[in-house]
């Protein structure tokens, strides 16, 4: 069973997309670009496990800005990450958010 974040995630990216394909994931950028990481056709797999999408076709059919095979995640991250500046304080919240 996946952990609640996961569910989460999964539930996120169904609504934002309308994509609900195993193994995918979106990364929405602070001014708006998206990303879609799904897995690439394959003819072979999919008699076993379905349909697939493919990265050729999901930024027409879904309307996100990029897809990549999902596989490519970490090298994705680090690609978009390097050069840019901190986005905060890493630091603990000073108050519990669930009192206020």
């Known amino acids: 069973m996946p952990t609640t974040n996961t569910r989460i995630a999964r539930t996120v990216r169904l609504l ?3 994509f609900d394909e195993p193994g995918a994931w979106l990364v929405v950028h602070a001014h708006g670009r998206t990303v879609l990481g799904c897995r690439p056709k394959n003819p072979e797999f999919e008699i ?10 999901a930024v027409a059919a879904l309307g996100v800005d ?7 995640l970490d090298q994705v991250m680090a ?4 050069n840019q500046p901190p986005c905060g304080s890493c630091s603990a919240p000073t108050t519990d958010w669930r009192s206020a």
């Open 16 to 18: 934002l997309t309308g």
């Open 48 to 57: 076993w496990e379905g349909h697939r999408l493919g990265v050729d076709d």
């Open 66 to 72: 990029e897809a990549v095979d999902a596989a490519a």
């Open 79 to 82: 690609q978009r990450l390097a």
